[in-house]
């Protein structure tokens, strides 16, 4: 079987002014297990199958490998610019005034672009780790979240849009709770929220609130993230691969159960971005959008397996006096104005 998905044939998904963008794409966070060499080629690898979407950001410290395979790839006329849709992060650490343009240019100049479709919020808040750093790593000058402070930096965000330099601007990891507070403040809505969702940690408030107000989730870690850095690792965590639901669909249309997440993630309507550098894994990740869908039935059964358990907690972000990761998602209760 060829390794080429014609594009054509991969859903698309409408934003809220009516852009289009594919219904899956590929990520780029190594996860401090693979270097920007493996992750680059796998993005080379994966605009030649087919993909068009592109999940970048400058923490991943691979942008600039990864603007080498799209200069060659626009070179070689293998795809055109606007034929993908790419996008990047503004890191905690340049939440600043004047922060978030510089932050921009050195993703646009790294990746080798004039424009990003989407640049995104990476996290509502200032507070830095070192990459690489392990679990119990804390920042002293942590704050909690502050409605002004975020939106100060979405401010400079929604200028990016007006100088041409982004077609969209988006939010990741917030809560119902901090939408609330920022969206009525908001010139430019983010058209994008880029969130954590699996089978074992669905969201469906979150998700609903999202669709509800026109914006598009984007679904990370969509496979559970089996190979996630170890300080993102707890003992209670479940595997989704593992799911007895997830199995069990997978068995019945002989696939991975990888790709039954994506099935699943992609039929329910978030866009996943899965990761891998392994080309058999990449490819049949982008083709199970093009064929053998799961049916109704197997749909309610992964919805009803939903187990509320998130993966990616955040606890190196945490403030002085906060010690549970909980506070990160409002689920203390509180919410700082
Ligand atoms: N906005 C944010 O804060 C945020 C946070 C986290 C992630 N993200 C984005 O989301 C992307 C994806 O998340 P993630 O990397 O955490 O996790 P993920 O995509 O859920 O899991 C990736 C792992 O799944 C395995 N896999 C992928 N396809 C497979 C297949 N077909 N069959 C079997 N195994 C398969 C691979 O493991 P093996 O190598 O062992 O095969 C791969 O390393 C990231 O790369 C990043 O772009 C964003």
């Known amino acids: 079987m060829s390794n080429y998905i014609d594009p054509k044939l991969v859903p698309q998904k409408s934003l809220s002014n009516g852009d289009q963008i594919p219904c899956i794409g590929m990520g780029t966070f190594g996860s401090d297990r693979f270097t920007p060499e493996q992750v680059s080629g796998a993005v080379a690898g994966a605009i030649r199958c087919g993909y068009r979407l ?19 790839a626009f070179d070689e006329g293998v795809v055109t610019r606007d034929e993908l849709f790419i996008t990047s992060k503004v890191w905690n650490d340049m939440h600043g005034r004047g922060d978030v343009l510089l932050s921009l240019a050195k993703s646009l100049k790294d990746l080798k672009l004039d424009y990003l479709d989407v640049y995104f919020v990476h996290w509502p ?18 704050t909690p979240f502050s409605v002004d402070a975020f939106m100060a930096t979405w401010r400079q965000m929604e200028k990016l849009i007006d100088m041409g330099l982004t077609r969209h601007i988006g939010m990741s990891n917030m809560t119902i709770p901090k939408l609330e507070a920022v969206l009525p403040l908001c010139r430019i809505k ?10 074992s940690f669905q969201q469906p408030e979150l998700y609903d609130y999202c669709v509800a107000h026109g914006i598009q989730p984007i679904g990370f870690s969509p496979i559970g993230s089996p190979t996630r850095p170890d300080r993102d690792k707890t003992p209670d965590d479940i595997a989704d691969i593992e799911m007895p639901e997830v ?8 696939i991975h159960p990888a790709v039954v997440c994506l099935k699943w993630a992609v039929q329910r309507g978030q866009i996943p971005i899965p990761f891998s ?61």
């Open 247 to 254: 199995a069990e669909v997978a068995k019945a249309h002989g």
């Open 190 to 199: 983010p058209s994008l929220i880029e969130m954590e969702l699996h089978p």
């Open 54 to 72: 592109f999940d970048c950001a400058s923490v991943y410290g691979n942008e600039h490998l990864i603007g080498d395979v799209f200069k060659q």
């Open 277 to 337: 550098i392994k080309e058999p894994e990449y490819v049949s990740n982008l083709r199970c959008t093009t064929e053998d869908p799961l049916t109704e039935e197997e749909m309610a059964r992964i919805a009803s397996a939903d187990k509320n358990c998130r993966l990616i907690k955040g606890q190196v972000f945490l403030w002085e006096g906060a010690d549970d990761w909980r506070a990160l998602w409002d689920l203390d209760g509180t919410i700082t104005k």
């Open 125 to 142: 808040f200032a507070n830095y780790h070192a990459p690489g750093c392990d679990g119990d790593s804390r920042n002293p000058d942590s």
